[in-house]
Each structure stands twice: as C-alpha cells, then as structure tokens.
C-alpha cells in the first residue's frame, strides 16, 4: 500500500476515487433528507389544515342551530377547543370580537399544557378562516392551530434511512479507495517505468528500454520513447565508428606527412619535388575529410539558413554537370544527361547544387572505368523529380536503409571517402521539404532520386543533348 500511493500521481488519483464515493454518498443522503423533509412539511401542513377545517366546521354548526351568536353556546365549545390544543377568537362580520377561549375561561397554559399531553407540538402561525352559512359570512375564526408532529415511527424510519446512507458512503468510500489504487497502480506503473527507463538512458545507459506498453496514449509514449532510445543508441554506434574512421583517416596522414618531415630535418631524405609532392597530397587529403565535416555542420543548419528564391533547377542541374564533366571524362565515365526544359523551384542555388555535386562525385567515387552515369530531371505532379543513375558496383542490401545515415560508412567504401556526402544531400533536400531516395541491385548499379516541390509548371519536357 506504502508503494502505491508513493507517487504523487498515484495518492491523488486513488484519492479522487475515494472522494468522488463519498461524495456521490453524500449527496444521495442529501437529496434522500431533502426529500424526506419535504413529504414531511407536506404531512404537516396537512394536519394542521384538518384541525383548521375541523375548527370551523365546528362554529359554523353551532351558528347553524340559532342562527346567531350565543356566548353561553360558544363556551361549552371550549373544552373541545381546548383538547385540540388550538386557540381561537371568533369575530362577527364587522369585525368586532364576539367570543375567545379567555372568555372561558381557558388559560394559554391550560393550552400548552394539553399540548404536551398530546405530543401535538408548538403553535403554528395566526390564520384568519372565514364562517359562511348559506353563502353569506356570518364571522371570521382567528386561530392558531399547533404544528403537529412527526410521528416516532416516521422518524425511525428516517433515522434508519440515514443510518444506512452514512454505512452506504463508507462502504462506497472504501470501495472507491481500493478501486482507485487498483486504477492508480495500473495507470501510473507504465509511467514509473517511462521515468525510470529516461533516467537511465539519460545515465548513459543505451540499452534501457521500456518493456510495459499498454494500449491507450501512455502505450504510444512508451513506444515513441523506445524509438527514440533506439536511434539513440543508432547514433553513439555510428558516431562511434565514425569518430574511429576519421581518426583513423586522420592518423594516416598525419604520420606519413610527420616521418617524411622528421626524415626532412634528419637529413635521411631531401627535400626533393617528389618528397614535397608527396606532402602536398597528404595536406590535401587532410583538407578533403575537414570539408566534409564542415558541409555535414552546414547541412545541420540548412533549414535555418536557406535563401530561397525561384529558379530553374533545369538551368541549375545543366551547369553543374558542365562543372564535373571534364572530372568524368578524365576518370573514363561516360556522363549523359535527359533534362527537361524548364522544371521550377524555389529554393537555394547554392545548397541546391550541393545535392547534385555530392550526387555526381558519389558516382565519381564507385563508378569504374568505362562505366556510365545518367541524370534524368523530370515533372511529376507538384514534384520535381531530379535521378542519378550510374553502372557501379551497386550497394549492399544490407547497407541500403542506412547509406543517408549520418556517420554511417559502408565496410565496402573506398578509403578517400568520408561517407558523409550522401548525410548532406538527404539533409538539404529535408531542409527544402523534398526528399533523397536510394534503389540498387549489387552488380547492376544505383539510383538516387531527389524529389522537391515545384514552383509552377513549365512547357512540355524535353530532352536536352548529351554532353
């Protein structure tokens, strides 16, 4: 029990349960009292509207018998008056006072006392009842007639109604706390664990997961948390064995350009063409691999730093290959292009040609001599629809669902590559709300398909010569 209402969550839920028992128990004795009362007034408005009726049916009877008034008449009324308990002045049809219990000689403590002789109650409030015979008012009978009361076997009932409604909201109480803490432990262990589980991957463990995963909203928290503790741990893999190939891209130069230098000052080689050359190459590599890490920090930020502006991604797509065509023909790689005409986006000149490039050079890198590599453009619907297909050794299946993976390298990659091109292109084309696609077959080569929104329609597409 100390367990379950340990989280705050948990005791106020259970607690809500046990208040909302007890008061639906309340307020069921409240409306049952109230209905109580109020048959009650009812039953005793009733009696004293009999004793009234019984009063002047009384007087106009004795009227009846003379036709008038007669004091000696209207006294021996009195003992009757008196055991009702009721007190009572008989006034004429002007007004003036005819006959009362003082004139009697009938005390008001005569009256009490008769009262509680009878267990009749108080006295209710004056009343003035009119005596009519033969449709003409012959008087006017003030009296105050006594309350009456509730009689005892009513009132047991009551008290026993009572009684069981207070044994009825403990008991619904109870039941209401032990149903809420039955409620609250189900509801609030996925969340205990949820917490547990984001406290310790927040420690750095990778490997926690939530294994409770009920089917309502918390279920699909769970799940979402799980996905993202999955790409967490995705990400520490890949950044890991990243951190391990940039260093190790990194060392390989570093030494060859340090024992080259070392054997420099040593005197053990000169400083020939050769020697410098060498440097040169090694300097350039270091600067290869620092670009790529600084286009990935770029890409991270592409979203924010876009400078959109309509243009012709057909015009666009044409200059960058003139760029890299002569990159292809030195490396053998025959390089056709299928654009059409005017195909229009809005969106980033510079970022946009970043995708194409990274595209291009990536089939620069695994394309061999005499191999072939198209660029299609094309219309569909409200997407442009930019591929680059090429003839190369294709991508493993297994590599396939993770080459725009950012810090991923495939065990099949060539050393002068970073892996991070691909990241970039997929991050720039996210940025501009497109997308970057890859299909392969291992031995027949690899398609990437870069989709964006379109600025409006242009003419009909057409080809435009290979170059």
Known sequence: MRELLRGRFARRLALAFAFLGIGAAALTAVLVNAAFGDR?????????????????????????????????????LAPTVTMTGSQAELRGPAGQHVWSLADAKVSPAT????RDMMGIGDLGPARELPITVDGKRVGTLDVRVPQGQIPAVDQDFRSDVNQLLLAGGVTAGLVALVVGLYTARRATAPIAELTQAAGDLAAGQRDRRVTSIPDNEIGQLATAFNTMADRVEKEDEL???????????????????????EAVQDGVRDPTPKV????????????????DLEALASADAAAFTLERQPLSLTD?????????????AEAGIALHTDLASEVRVNGDSVRLRQIVTNQLTNALKFVPHGGTATVTLCQAGDWAELRVADTGPGIPAEDLP??????????????????????????????????????????????????LPVLGSGPEPAGRAAV
């Open 40 to 76: 009650f007034d009812t039953y005793l408005a009733k009696q004293q509207q009999v004793r009234q009726q019984q009063l002047v049916a009384l007087f106009t009877a004795e009227y009846t018998q003379d036709h008038a008034w007669r004091p000696e008449s209207l006294n021996e």
């Open 111 to 114: 009256l009490a006392m008769h």
């Open 239 to 261: 950044r890991r064995a990243f951190a391990a190939d940039v260093a190790h891209e990194l060392r390989t130069p570093l030494a060859i350009l340090r024992s080259e230098l």
């Open 276 to 291: 410098i050359t060498s440097l040169h190459d090694e300097t350039l590599r270091l600067g290869r691999l620092i670009a």
């Open 316 to 328: 666009l797509v044409h200059d960058t290959v003139d760029d890299l065509h002569a990159r292809f």
């Open 402 to 451: 993770r080459i725009f993976d950012r810090f991923f390298r495939s065990r099949t990659a060539r050393a002068d590559g970073s892996g991070i091109g691909l990241a970039v292109a997929a991050e720039l084309a996210a940025a501009h709300g497109g997308t970057l696609t890859a299909d392969s077959t291992p031995g027949h080569g690899a398609t990437f398909t870069t989709r």
